[in-house]
């Protein structure tokens, strides 16, 4: 099985134009699978829109797998969380892209499961206080969801060991190889364990920083998407 891992496309900040020359040049050849790990947008809800149309319209046949990232919530407007969701799902089921959270996909004998996460720190210091207008406290009703999703897949891999499984969340549970020490800007790494135990590889985003790290068995992929350079990884197994 030959699977496109892209994600961090951040629509808006990278050109349409620099992202059609992405999948031109160097997505090609087949592909089984896509999967995309999150921050569609750059800083407003019509990006994201624009994004999943744009890599429909390259890899019209292709199964496309998503989780969100934190760029996924950010707004020029005020915006209700629950709003946010329906609207999400609303686009992914239009363009036939599938949202892992709650929601697992089977492809041979490979179970994808995943959700979005969120930042471990409750405090990150980021710049999500300034686009996400949520009239909820928007890091401790996205961190409590993202613990709840967590939990619920470990019940997804419990009943398929008969299954490679590939997991998937857009905040990695280590720190990055270009941030040493900081743990700041991912997600709580007491995940770590339980998501290398449960998994036979685990893809991530958000640090826009290149790794390929094997731990507990499980190898852990980061494609090192950055604002204005998309970057792939293509992973055979």
């Known amino acids: 099985m030959r699977i496109l891992i892209i994600g961090d496309t951040h629509y808006g900040i990278t050109s349409p134009g620099r992202l059609d020359k992405f999948y031109f040049e160097e997505c090609t050849g087949h592909f089984d699978i896509i999967v995309h790990v999150g921050d569609w947008a750059c800083s407003d809800q019509s990006e994201i829109e624009a994004g999943v149309r744009q890599i429909r319209n390259w890899f019209p046949k292709t199964p496309i797998l998503t989780v969100r990232g934190n760029h996924d919530f950010w707004s020029q407007n005020p915006h209700n969380l629950h709003d946010l969701d329906k609207f ?6 239009h363009y036939k892209i599938h949202h892992l959270q709650n929601n697992p996909f089977i492809l041979k004998d490979v179970l994808f499961v995943g959700f979005d996460g969120w930042y471990g720190n409750p405090d990150p210091p980021t710049n999500d206080d300034r686009w996400i207008h949520s009239d909820i406290p928007h890091n401790v009703y996205l961190a409590d969801k993202a613990a709840n999703e967590c939990q619920k897949v470990l019940s997804e891999t419990m009943n398929a060991k008969d299954k490679t499984i590939i997991a998937t969340t857009h905040f990695p549970p280590l720190e990055s190889d270009c941030f040493p020490g900081d743990t700041s800007m991912i997600a709580n790494p007491k995940w770590l364990d339980f998501l290398t135990e449960n ?17 507990n068995g499980c190898r852990i992929i980061n494609n090192g998407s950055d604002y204005g350079t998309p970057r792939k ?3 055979t197994i």
């Open 199 to 215: 998994s036979n590889y685990l893809l991530c985003g958000h640090t826009h920083c290149f790794q390929d790290v094997t731990i």
């Open 88 to 93: 999400h799902a609303k686009i992914f089921e």
């Open 233 to 235: 990884f293509i992973l």
